[in-house]
């Protein structure tokens, strides 16, 4: 009779690891960068509390659908696909870019790119020009997050000869059957939004996540003008600031006013009136306070000041 040793339990590595049973919630969310990218989405963006909490009851929903699967729970596939809807300038965009490194860092998405288009990006002008058109963009988003303003202007129904109904149906079909690789988020005037979603009922019942952006206060309008300015190393004097106060009150009851994106522009044109002002006196020595200070004759000299018009450029600039 064989003198056999007795047999041995496999090791520990050669069996099944068993699944965590406990989480490091903060350790989880730094190493998928959610903690970093909520912080610069509070640095970026002055104000819009609901967007921001909404981000954030996402990426909480993410983050803890990823434990749940590490913990070998039963776990879906969440829908993904949302609709930002607001006026122009209040952020729409830079949320996107920001969702989708949530997205990338929790895994829900291959690749942390935001593809940004228009109906013109989507749509042909003959027949057989669209399907090649809209697949050859989403075959670029794939994996990512694609990115669709002014979604409305897809469906024009008042147009018998029309091609975006067929880039609609290409849409919704990606959207059902290739979710788990694409987010579409779909922008624009909430009315017009309201009003698609009720003649294209296929793409409400697709959007898990309607999130509105609502206009930025005075307030916050000159909060943003100077943390732009910061950025580029200007500053308002005190005369400077009380008369962009007065700027924004005016600039605001305006047509084609667009929020954030009109405090840029309009910061663009301040810029090029300091620097004429300075330029004008080439006998002057100029010192770094005089470089980076944005004076009140900067800001009066605006045409708000004046008749109230709004040039053709300006109006083009701020409606894109």
């Given amino acids: ?77 969440p829908t993904l696909h949302m609709s930002f ?8 965009t830079t949320v996107a870019l920001r969702m989708a490194k949530i997205l990338h860092g929790l895994g829900f998405v291959r690749r942390g ?92 019942s697709r959007i898990a996540h309607h999130i509105d952006f609502p206009d930025y206060s005075e307030q916050e309008l000159l909060l943003i003008a100077e943390l732009m300015l910061r950025e580029r190393s200007y500053c308002f004097s005190a005369a400077g600031r009380e008369a962009f106060v007065k700027y924004i009150a005016l600039r605001r009851t305006q047509p084609f006013f667009s929020n954030a994106r009109s405090i840029r522009n309009a910061l663009d044109r301040i810029r090029l009136r300091q620097a004429d002002r300075l330029v004008s006196d080439l006998d002057r020595l100029l010192d770094v306070a005089d470089l980076e200070t944005i004076d009140a004759a900067d800001v009066l000299a605006s045409r708000v000041f004046g008749d109230g018009a709004v040039s053709a450029d300006q109006r083009a600039s701020e409606t894109k």
């Fill in 113 to 204: 790119q935001v593809i940004s288009v228009t109906r013109d990006d989507l749509v042909g002008q003959y027949i057989g020009h669209t399907a090649p058109k809209t697949k050859e963009i989403l075959k670029k988003a794939m994996g990512g997050v694609l990115f669709i303003d002014e979604a409305y202007y897809l469906y024009r129904p008042d147009n018998e000869r029309d091609y975006g109904q067929e880039a609609i149906e290409i849409l919704l079909q990606v959207m059902e059957n290739q979710r788990e690789d694409l987010v579409v988020i779909l922008a624009g005037y909430g009315e017009r939004m309201t009003s698609f979603f009720a003649s294209n009922p296929g793409f409400r």
């Fill in 85 to 92: 809807t607001g006026n122009p300038g209040t952020g729409k």
């Fill in 1 to 77: 009779m064989l003198d056999l040793p007795p047999a041995k339990c496999p090791e520990t590595s050669e069996r099944e690891a068993a699944p965590p049973s406990s989480f490091d919630l903060r350790k989880e969310a730094e190493a998928a960068g959610i903690t970093e990218t909520l912080q610069k989405l509070d640095e970026e963006l002055i104000g819009l509390a609901p967007v921001k909490s909404r981000v954030r009851q996402i990426a909480s929903l993410l983050l803890i659908e990823r434990i749940r699967q590490q913990a070998g729970l039963v776990t879906s596939p």
